[in-house]
Antibody
Framework: QVQLQQWGAGLLKPSETLSLTCALY????????WSWIRQSPGMGLEWIGE???????NYNPSLRSRVTISVDRSKNQFSLKVNSVTAADTAVYFC??????????WGQGTLVTVSS | DFLMSQSPLSLPVTLGQPASISCKSG???????????LHWLQQRPGQSPRRLIY???KRESGVPDRFSGSGSGTNFTLKISRVEAEDVGVYYC????????FGQGTKLEIK
């Protein structure tokens, strides 16, 4: 199984941009789609979107207008940006592999808190 | 609608006893290729979720055979034949037939 390691800023102010990156170890970037998922007490687990090695993306319609997922194949990394964050975006964010219409390996999670 | 609904949301179980979790989808989860993309995850306290079961009934490598999945269409079940202490955590169903959505989670605890 692949290993995923993620990082990014954990404390944001309202209206700022959330930015997280996930690196893949021990696997091929071209094999799968790669997802971002978040978990909050109020919303439970929520899939944000995914990207494949060519940059093809799929997004959750409820978040599409504020989310961008990108890929850097040279570094085996993919990234998440969420614009104009509010307190409702406070959550633990996970990166994950998503092969064959499933979510497989998960990163360690990053707590992102939005507070003024 | 691919809303996923689990029951019960809380599941106290005596060690060694069986447990069962139900998951219902608002629409059939059969994809155009004939497969059903319904999966089960386990999240132990303080850990990331991990996949236990994929495509209804296929156990992930390393998952004990006391875990089993069944169901079809819109109704699915995860069963644990004999609960052990390491099974404490939250169990989620999720569908991958149309993007991804998750159930609310079922918290399993030891009585």
């Amino acid at each position: 199984q692949v290993q995923l390691q993620q990082w990014g800023a954990g404390l944001l102010k309202p209206s700022e941009t959330l930015s997280l990156t996930c690196a893949l170890y021990g696997g091929s970037f071209g094999d799968y789609y790669w997802s971002w998922i978040r978990q909050s007490p109020g919303m439970g687990l929520e899939w944000i979107g995914e990207i494949d090695h060519s940059g093809t993306t799929n997004y959750n319609p409820s978040l599409r207008s504020r989310v961008t997922i990108s890929v850097d194949r040279s570094k085996n990394q993919f990234s998440l940006k969420v614009n104009s964050v509010t307190a409702a975006d406070t959550a633990v964010y996970f990166c994950a592999s998503s092969p064959n219409f499933a979510v497989d390996s998960w990163g360690q999670g990053t707590l992102v808190t939005v507070s003024s | 609608d691919f809303l996923m609904s689990q029951s019960p949301l809380s599941l106290p179980v005596t060690l060694g006893q069986p447990a069962s979790i139900s998951c219902k989808s608002g629409q059939s989860l059969v994809y155009s290729d004939g497969h059903t993309y319904l999966h089960w995850l386990q999240q132990r306290p303080g850990q990331s979720p991990r996949r236990l079961i994929y495509r209804v009934s296929k156990r992930e490598s390393g998952v004990p055979d006391r875990f089993s999945g069944s169901g079809s269409g819109t109704n699915f079940t995860l069963k644990i034949s004999r609960v052990e202490a390491e099974d404490v955590g939250v169990y989620y169903c999720m569908q991958g037939t149309r993007l991804y959505t998750f159930g609310q989670g079922t918290k399993l605890e030891i009585k």
